[in-house]
């Protein structure tokens, strides 16, 4: 079985190819490009690389959000097409988890950031069990600072990663120096995690037609309207 897999939610384009044994391919590309340009060709290299058919693919994962509106969109429409250009299904991937999924065994709790603006990440917190992760928290459109009183009243000492790193670094170790980060190799999106998990839950597989973003919160453009005339959720 062979797992396309794309991850589009942030600055990072991602894509990979899986199995269920291993990372058969990766393209990864952390710089300010537009996603919209280059996860396509990204996708042909692999494949050219490789020296396979799209037809072998048997799946499309996709990361389902959270994360930038204008990058979902463009991970959904890949997804998408190629769903429906190779009649094959999309499995959703959550992107909070495939990012916990980059960290194995730490002993602490692993939280994910993602630069929201306002002063909000989107996150969620998650504990490792061996080979898999475990979600107990929601998953979080917050306050940087809520999220931090969150953990300190639970006397939860975490090991962040995201691109809300960059963002709230100094924050998180004046609120306690205790967090630690995660190193660069592990600290944005991967497709190749997106992939992992999508072989763990095949059975969440859907026609493209019934795949859906997760964005947690209004768009800015939706917001300021809401503002502009009165309107609140």
Known sequence: MKIL????????????????EKTIAEFTVNFKQNHSVTIMPMIEDMIKILGIEKSEIDYIACSSGPGSFTGLRIGAATAKGLAHGLGKKII??????????????SGRFIVPIMDARRNQVYTAVYERNGGDIERISEYMAEDINELLEYLESNSMRAIFLGDGV????DRIKEYNDEHIFAPQNMDMQRAASVGALAAKNIDKAVD??????????????????????NITQ
């Open 92 to 105: 959703p991937v959550p992107t909070l988890d495939a990012l916990a999924y980059n960290i194995y065994e």
């Open 166 to 169: 960059k963002v709230f670094r």
């Open 208 to 229: 493209c037609s019934q795949f859906e973003i997760s964005y947690l919160r209004l768009s800015q453009a939706e917001r300021e309207y809401n503002e502009k005339n």
């Open 5 to 20: 897999a794309l991850d589009t939610t942030g600055i990072v384009a991602s894509a990979a190819i899986v199995d269920e």
